[in-house]
């Protein structure tokens, strides 16, 4: 019986605590957007990739996709070490 009086006022203490965290979750904004991360996990991946690459050769104009489409400029082409083709 004596046990009571050390878990009550543990007890509401507790609560105190859970009641405090709670309204502080409230108040920081932790509950505006619950739609918004379930449907994030849900996106693909490569198409925010493919639309950063899209964005990104809109806005470089000196990369001008050559026959072969790869995008590169000659300049970058001549940077690159030559391979041996047939040795």
């Known amino acids: 019986m004596n046990i ?19 309204m502080w979750a409230v108040r920081s904004g932790q509950f505006e957007d619950l739609e918004g991360p379930a449907h994030r996990i849900l996106m693909d991946d490569d198409e925010i990739a493919q639309r950063r690459a899209t964005e990104h050769d809109s806005q470089d ?16 082409k001549a940077d690159t070490p030559l391979q041996d083709k047939g040795k």
């Open 4 to 22: 009571l009086y050390l878990l009550i006022p543990l007890g509401l203490v507790l609560l105190g605590i859970a009641v405090w965290a709670f």
């Open 61 to 76: 104009p000196d990369l001008e996709p050559d026959s072969d489409g790869s995008g590169a400029s000659e300049a970058s």
